[in-house]
């Protein structure tokens, strides 16, 4: 008997490694326990029922031999799942701190595009971000922001958001067309469109009736907008144009990002980001 009795010892001291190791008179109570069950033959089988539910805690599956478990855990390699990004932080683009409000809801990932109808570089972008509109990640939304940096650029914010919401009223039926249409007019044909009648006019070519582009041009709805523009612009620092915010949190630009193409290649690398959270 004390020879079974001096099996069940070393059994146990070979069997011992736990995820929470146990307390030495934890560990000494096990010993005199399962010494005391050895005395009494109790069968193997029932050893072997307890140790596979302590083993099978978090799976239904069947429990495996603990020497395999360890060594599977030890063949992992965390760095595996390391996701490797093409751009950096500081270098290509940098971080909102705190993250700011959105345009929209939480319901998706924010891609704002802040710009102004005069900027020759927000023209030059505006075909690249048109093309990735429209084969963007469904889970993504894009909004434009007009920038506010002087009078002029007042004028032509408060043009946008008039087209924006006679969109959505339907009185105005292409919104991309008539965008395309108001930077043709400044950068191509000399219409630096500096008067209400010469912006009424652009919206008459677009279809757009007098009667519903006045009842527009200085509704609640317009005024309401350009106030988030502009507090949005003074959140987001916003210095030149165009300038790209993602969700509120990162901050970049076609020099930062390394040409058009690349801009378009950040963004996504930044909306991969926020989907990864």
Same mark, same amino acid.
């Given at each position: 008997? +004390?020879?079974?009795? !001096?099996? $069940?010892?070393? /059994? *146990? ?5 736990? +995820? ?28 072997? @029922? ?8 978090? $799976?239904?599956?069947?429990?495996? #031999?603990?020497? +395999?478990?360890? *060594?599977?855990? =030890? ?16 270098? %290509?683009?940098? =971080?909102?701190? #705190?993250?700011?409000? !959105? ?63 006679? /969109? ?7 919104? %991309? ?11 191509? =044909?000399? %219409?630096?469109? /500096? ?23 200085? $509704? ?9 523009? $502009? ?5 987001? %620092? ?22 058009? #193409? ?5 963004? @996504?690398?930044?909306?991969? =980001?926020?989907?990864?959270?």
């Amino acid at each position: 008997m +004390k020879q079974l009795i !001096t099996l $069940s010892l070393l /059994a *146990l001291l070979f069997a011992g490694c736990s +995820k929470e190791p146990a307390t030495p008179a934890e560990e000494m109570a096990a010993v005199e326990e399962q010494a005391v069950d050895a005395v009494q033959d109790i069968p193997e089988s029932s050893v072997t @029922d307890t140790e596979s539910l302590e083993v099978v805690e978090e $799976s239904a599956a069947e429990a495996e #031999p603990e020497e +395999k478990a360890i *060594l599977l855990a =030890r063949t992992e390699d965390p760095a595996a799942t390391v996701k490797t990004w093409q751009f950096k932080e500081g270098k %290509n683009f940098s =971080r909102i701190i #705190p993250t700011q409000p !959105t345009v929209g809801g939480a319901d998706k990932i924010e891609v704002a595009e802040v710009f102004m109808y005069s900027c020759p570089h927000c023209y030059d972008l505006e075909a690249h971000i048109n093309r990735w509109e429209e084969s963007k990640d469904p889970g993504v939304r894009l909004v434009r922001i007009p920038a506010i940096f002087n009078q002029l650029a007042q004028m032509h914010a408060q043009l946008y958001y008039t087209e924006v919401f006679l /969109a959505k009223s339907g009185a105005l039926k292409n919104q %991309n067309a008539f965008r395309n249409m108001v930077f043709q007019e400044f950068h191509n =044909r000399g %219409n630096r469109l /500096a008067s209400l009648a010469s912006i009424q006019k652009v919206f008459e070519r677009a279809g757009v009736s007098a009667e519903d582009f006045n009842r527009t041009w200085n $509704s609640f709805e317009v005024n309401q907008a350009l106030r988030v523009a $502009s507090d949005l612009a003074r959140r987001y %620092n916003i210095q030149s144009v165009p300038t790209i915010i993602v969700n509120g949190k990162y901050r970049t630009d076609t020099g930062m990002a390394g040409g058009y #193409p690349k801009l378009i290649e950040l963004i @996504d690398e930044l909306t991969a =980001r926020e989907g990864l959270r």
